[in-house]
């Protein structure tokens, strides 16, 4: 027995310290092994081959249906079909569809995106929100296995990818001067900017037919106020005076030279040192993170010269009283005077913007009060009643206009280009009557009204011609709106820099006729008894109303001027579209 486990024992020490053929051994044992992770390490470098696949897929998906707003399931769907994804299935909200093989599944998720640095990163993508500028999309599939199927459960190949496009938009409000009266627009300028203006008519009509680039005119107001500037917006947390801001305009290169020189004039000639937020002026958008001397590729930025002028020396004059006294100057009457009132601008809210779908422009609020003598003419009217006076104190406060960009839509490339503008010109309060109160440059309070003196009659009474009685009277009318107008401007029109108008529906008459013939006449007889009141009044009313009615056209116009000056018209405002690109989509997410 001890022989024969010492013979094992020589036999088992001589078959371990053989090596012979061992390898193969091992290599049988371990061969399963190798082969499973192998087998893995194939399916495993496919599912991430796949899946790198399917996240490119979902890129160019979320930026296609970006670039394609208004049809972005159609947009999504024929990308990843022409890239070669299997069976595309849209998933609906709501819906939960579990992908098999040989699907993609698909979740479309259009909303709104702000790369506003406050807002943090998880919310930046609101999900539903209008205006979309942005869609999310994300994509779910079962990726295809070779060997390791059987031991180890597929996973799903999930990805997500959110794309962003901001189509921008320059737009402004506000009112055209289609004819230029020199002495108002002198005499205005001169009251709102505390100087002596005296320009020709040839220069405002060429400030009126100018076009100022906006980006060089931020760049010349950079140099002329010595800012060390990065970006547009440093330029906009700026201020100005009136002065330093003509002055910026006329070294805009490119404009004219009537136009230059005129504006250096009103430069040199204001005095006042009231410093403009320039934010308050222009809102610029995202452009105002370009550098300055920068401008996006695309997109127009000009703006109409006369027009900045009149907004820059509004927010000079702030919130005083703006009294023209323009003497016989207006045909018809022997002596005017013209107070003007403009509210304080909404805040954030000015008359020019290059910006985003979403965004508000509006005019100032604006009250003016006329005191006018007009010239009677033939006084006798017969039965001793003479004419000695007419008066025409009229009050007229027009609300702001505004516009909103409602759309920008580029269907089939730059070429095709639609901006789409929600404008409502400004409801409208005319009076003609007498104010009370001390409110009227207060926009908080409304103004009150009472019958004033419209007329003086004197009346022959014996041998005596008694010059005692007056005739009272007011009217009032309301110019009143409809809601927003949509006005549409396509690619030529905005490369035209076209004006549109939207107006109100019930101007069907002058505003100052409008008034007259709504007039009610009263006698003053100021104690005088036994006075025919009826047949005095029948005989005064129609010389009256004659008598304003033979001024009603140069009262228009000086109203016409005065409120198209200062950027608003009653009933009416003119848009204007001079520039719009329909941006790239770009990830965002």
Known sequence: MRQFLQRVGRTGRRIVGDRRANFAVMTALSAPFALALAAFAVDEGSIYTERRNAQAMTDLAAITAASNITDIQNAVVTTLTDNGMPGIIVQTPGQTVVPAVGQTVVSITPGQYSAASAVGVGQ????GVTPYNAVHVSLRKLPQRFFAASVIPTPVIRTEATASMTPMATFAVGSRLLSVNGGILNALLSGLLGGNISL???DY????SADIDVLSFMSALSTQLNLTAASYSDVLASKATIGQIATAMANVPGLDGTSALALQAIAA?????VKIPLNTLVDLGGVSTLAVGQKPPGLGVTASAISMLTAAAVLANGTNQVTLNLGATIPGLTATTLTIAIGEPMQFSPWLAINQVGTIIRTAQTRIKLSASVTVGTSNLGGGISLLAVNLPLNVEVAYAQAQLTGISCPSGPSSISVSIAAQPGIAALHLANTTGTGFANFALPQSFTDAEIADVSL???LLNIPLLQIMGSAATAITNNGPQTLTFNATEIANKTTKTVSTRNITQSLTSSLISNLSLSVNALGILGLDVTGLLST???????????????VDNLLYNVLSALGVSVGSADIRVTGATCGRSVLVQ
């Open 124 to 127: 930046r993508f609101q999900a």
């Open 200 to 202: 020709s008519v040839m």
């Open 205 to 208: 009509n060429a400030l009126v």
């Open 269 to 273: 000639k204001a005095t006042s040192t």
């Open 460 to 462: 022959k009474l014996l």
């Open 540 to 554: 005064v009313t129609p010389a009256v109303v004659g008598v304003l009615n033979g001024v009603t056209q140069p």
